[in-house]
């Protein structure tokens, strides 16, 4: 079984360092034309970006079993299928297509309970491309060749990418918005739920891959500061922080995101249900180890 994956960013190649050993080849895409992206073991790693794409991701999509897309849309359609998406067509050989998309096609929601029932309202026109962009790969799909699942992820976290490490950088805040909260998802069940849909006989369906319990987002900084033994930074007022436009876009999106179908229907067991888990395995790896001695 080979895999090519377009993108071998944080989540894929958390995917690939998992699973890697399942596939008899590798293949992924980079943007680094001069190769400089620090090479990821068993990987076969080719440019693309909008300067160009190497000759040979042609030919290693036509071997391909399981395509792994993590590269994001871009101002106005996929990148992927923009370039690709003709050859993707024309491939007749039997292809899992897996497409890492995000929760953010839901909107806001004031707070309530969505699952993949609920039609896509973006309210940002980055998560409006996502939606044209899903639409696409779910249009390529109809191809019966071809097996799209798409996955909604909500945010995510990890090694290197934490409450922890932020609090030892000194870049953590507690910024209070009543009744806001996130949706989190561990990027070792993001590997995981992949591995399952890889086994998985059912059709093409969109998953939400998130953890059991959406929260705000002050109690999660305070949760990690006290694993590292420390004084959490004092809270912040939202409406006078001073955020960049980008930041303070996602609060204003504000909902809690079902996972009951990844559970019933992948039967898929979460290694980290709640952040509780993934931060307490995250300090206890060595994650946020640089802290500063003094309380901050």
């Known amino acids: 079984m080979n895999l090519f994956v377009?993108?071998?960013?944080?989540?894929?190649?958390?995917?690939?360092?998992?699973?890697?050993?399942?596939?008899?080849?590798?293949?992924?895409?980079?943007?680094?034309?001069?190769?400089?992206r620090a090479p990821v073991s068993g990987v076969e790693m080719l440019h693309f970006s909008p300067e160009g794409a190497s000759p040979e991701i042609e030919d290693r999509l036509a071997s391909a079993d399981?395509?792994?897309?993590s590269v994001p849309p871009g101002t106005s359609a996929d990148p992927v299928l923009a370039r690709f998406g003709r050859k993707l067509a024309a491939i007749k050989r039997p292809q899992r297509i897996i497409y890492l998309s995000t929760i953010g096609v839901y909107g806001d929601h004031g707070g309530e309970w969505v699952d993949e029932s609920q039609p896509p309202s973006p309210k940002s026109e980055?998560?409006?491309?996502?939606?044209?962009?899903?639409?696409?790969?779910?249009?390529?799909?109809?191809?019966?060749?071809?097996?799209?699942?798409?996955?909604?992820?909500s945010g995510i976290y990890g090694p290197g990418r934490n409450p922890l490490v932020n609090l030892a950088e000194g870049k953590a805040r507690r910024l209070v918005k009543p009744g806001q909260v996130f949706n989190r998802i561990h990027v070792e069940d993001i590997a995981r739920a992949i591995a399952a849909l890889l086994v998985y006989e059912g059709p093409g369906q969109v998953w939400?891959?998130?953890?059991?319990?959406?929260?705000?987002?002050?109690?999660?900084?305070?949760?990690?500061?006290?694993?590292?033994?420390?004084?959490?930074?004092?809270?912040?007022?939202?409406?006078?922080?001073?955020?960049?436009?980008?930041?303070?876009?996602?609060?204003?999106?504000?909902?809690?995101?079902?996972?009951r179908k990844i559970r019933e229907v992948?039967?898929?067991?979460?290694?980290?249900?709640?952040?509780?888990?993934g931060l307490a395995a995250l300090w206890a790896d060595g994650e946020g180890r640089h802290a500063p001695a003094v309380d901050l």
């Not at 377009?6 to 596939?23: K, N, Q, T």
């Not at 998560?127 to 639409?135: F, K, L, M």
């Not at 590292?228 to 007022?237: A, N, R, S, V």
């Open 66 to 69: 399981v395509i792994l897309v």
């Open 266 to 277: 992948l039967a898929l067991d979460l290694a980290y249900p709640t952040y509780r888990e």
């Open 208 to 259: 939400n891959v998130t953890d059991d319990e959406p929260a705000p987002p002050q109690d999660v900084v305070t949760y990690a500061a006290m694993l590292m033994g420390i004084e959490p930074p004092p809270e912040q007022d939202f409406e006078t922080a001073q955020l960049t436009p980008m930041a303070r876009s996602f609060y204003s999106e504000n909902k809690r995101t079902a996972n």
């Open 126 to 153: 980055r998560s409006a491309v996502r939606v044209q962009a899903e639409r696409a790969w779910v249009a390529l799909g109809r191809d019966p060749a071809k097996t799209v699942h798409i996955l909604r992820l």
């Open 6 to 36: 377009f993108g071998l960013g944080y989540s894929a190649r958390h995917f690939v360092a998992e699973y890697g050993s399942a596939f008899e080849r590798i293949s992924a895409t980079v943007r680094d034309k001069e190769g400089r």
